[in-house]
């Protein structure tokens, strides 16, 4: 579920943005971008102490949009996993909005910075398969996550307490705007890379295994 939590913030943050005013992005863009990488710092760390997060997320298993009501329930199998898989999404949220904290996330980007530390953060590579779903180009390259975080951290001038009101802001907004249903669609486009992927290299495996 660490997962599509992040996805969940990603969707969100891109709505969002699609959404914002030009002079919004303008002045405000650098912070914003700043505190959205910080709050996948954050879940990040919440996870590694929450065991919920680990827990499998089964939203994939289901072909159809997730769009039902406890109504539909009558006839359809599916539908109470389909609706205890967005409740225990929700909780989540609650875990977030409870939990992520600025600091902690400030105090690890700023050492993996000052160490020049990228395995730390090395992870967040997977971000760009997000982009590659959206097809964005000539946003942030997520091959080397510390040089976005070097540039967002030594560049930027805001005072810290700026920086964690933003950060508040974004948490507290993203925790009630954000809508398990526009998450789904998203989360299975990656996940259906994946497979793809794993599947062309488990072929490749078994092929040359059979050439041995």
Known sequence: WEGFAHV????????????????????????????????????????HSNHSFRKACLVGAFS?????????????????????????????????NDMCNFYDAFATVQSAVKENDSQSLEWMMWLQNLQAVDDMKGEKDWSNPLDIFKELVEVDKTPIAEIECEFLK?????????????????????????????????NGMLSLHHLA
Not at 10 to 23: I, V
Not at 179 to 192: A, C, I, M, R, W
């Open 170 to 202: 974004v948490k507290s907004a993203f925790c009630k705007e954000v809508v398990f249903e526009d998450v789904t669609g998203k989360y299975k486009l990656l996940l259906g890379r994946y497979m793809t992927v794993r599947n062309y290299y488990t």
């Open 8 to 47: 969940a913030l990603y969707s969100w943050s891109r709505a969002r943005t699609r959404a914002a005013s030009d002079q919004f992005r303008c002045n405000k863009g650098k912070v914003h971008l700043m505190v959205l990488n910080f709050l996948h710092v954050s879940i990040r760390l919440v996870a």
């Open 64 to 96: 159809k949009p997730l769009e039902l009501k406890y109504g539909d329930v009558a006839g359809n199998e599916s539908v109470p996993m389909v609706l205890d898989q967005k409740a225990f999404f929700l909780q989540l949220i609650d875990t977030i």
